[in-house]
Nanobody, 119 residues
């Protein structure tokens, strides 16, 4: 089970940190990632981290602004989002994949958290 938190309404240029707490399973053996889906658009992988934590992936539009990290002691993955832009507005979903890579597809999903960036 994955439970996201930290979404909200912010202005362009602001920062947000999303959190995703996992229960069940061995968290440290799961690749973790964040997808997002904006209205009328397909869901896209925004950031991913492989199960060992040694590799990360970022979609081009967020490189240098977003950072994914994980705390295995807390079974939690984070997405630090800086310099937010209106085009970052979307529902953000946490996902996990057992022994996955940083470009995970995701086997388990959270319920999603809304991020809205006003201009």
């Amino acid at each position: 089970q994955l439970v996201e938190s930290g979404g909200g309404l912010v202005q362009a240029g602001d920062s947000l940190r999303l959190s995703c707490a996992a229960s069940r399973g061995t968290f440290s053996r799961y690749a973790m990632g964040w997808f997002r889906q904006a209205p009328g658009k397909e869901r896209e992988l925004v950031a991913g981290m492989n199960w060992s934590g040694g590799s990360t992936y970022y979609v081009g539009s967020v490189k240098g602004r977003f950072t994914i990290s994980r705390d295995n002691a807390k079974d939690t993955v984070y997405l630090q989002m800086n310099s937010l832009k209106p085009e970052d507005t979307a529902v953000y979903y946490c996902t996990a994949e057992f022994l996955g890579t940083e470009r995970l597809s995701g086997n388990y999903w959270g319920q999603g958290t809304q991020v809205t960036v006003s201009s």
